[in-house]
């Protein structure tokens, strides 16, 4: 009776961890992946700097720096502050589905954009996330163009590049607390086990 009571105990506090792991999760996984972009576009110009995605694959907009400067366009520095921003998904064939490459787009206004695809999906954290570019190709730069929608717009396309993720998102510091509450929980019960079994078994 007294190991099917201390067995209890201890399923009890494995739930407890159990649980306490699963309510955390949502807080560790909702972490951002920070990129780094690197990128040469045809004109000779590049575009260097960084953005973070959240776990559903949109830009952060309080975090986004990217400079694009050389080249045939006047350089600029898209940021919170002097750019709009969005992201997401490219839709598949049938438009009910969404399927990589994802991308992000800053706008500075309807005269500006800077469009960049990638190969990959930017939640998941790789060394090389291929920027998808060429003549024509889906990542560009454009100016004085109403958001390239107009042919006297000046455009320039990536010709190469990647963006370098920093890691894997690790569990935050409350996450780390709760869990080792709950170990610490289920070695005490372990410790108090011992020592009601070792009389017995003396």
């Not at 060394?127 to 730069?141: D, K, R």
């Not at 163009?145 to 455009?155: F, L, M």
């Not at 289920?186 to 009601?196: H, P």
Request: charged share 10%; glycine share 12%.
């Amino acid at each position: 009776m007294k190991t099917f009571g201390i067995a209890r105990r201890l399923l009890a506090v494995a739930g407890c961890v159990a649980a306490l792991g699963l309510a955390a999760a949502p807080s560790a996984a909702s972490a951002n992946v920070h990129w780094t972009v690197n990128g040469t576009f045809d004109d000779g110009g590049t575009v260097t700097g960084s953005f973070d995605i959240d776990i559903y694959g949109y830009i952060d907009g309080s975090t986004f720096d990217l400079k694009t400067s050389g080249g045939g366009l006047t350089a600029f520095e898209y940021t919170p502050a002097t750019a709009y921003h969005a992201s997401g998904t490219v839709p598949g064939p049938d438009y009910n589905t969404y399927v990589a490459p994802f991308y992000i787009d800053l706008q500075p206004g309807y005269a500006q954009d800077l469009h960049l695809v990638f190969a990959s999906p930017l939640t998941v954290p790789i060394g090389a996330n291929l920027l998808l570019g060429g003549f024509q190709g889906p990542s560009y730069e454009c100016q004085n163009s109403y958001s390239c929608y107009v042919p006297q717009g000046d455009i320039r396309y990536i010709a190469s590049g990647s963006a370098k993720a920093d890691g894997a998102a690790v569990p935050e510091p409350t996450t780390w607390a709760l869990l080792l509450t709950g170990f610490a929980g289920m070695g005490a019960v372990l410790r108090r086990a011992r020592r009601q079994t070792a009389p017995a078994s003396a």
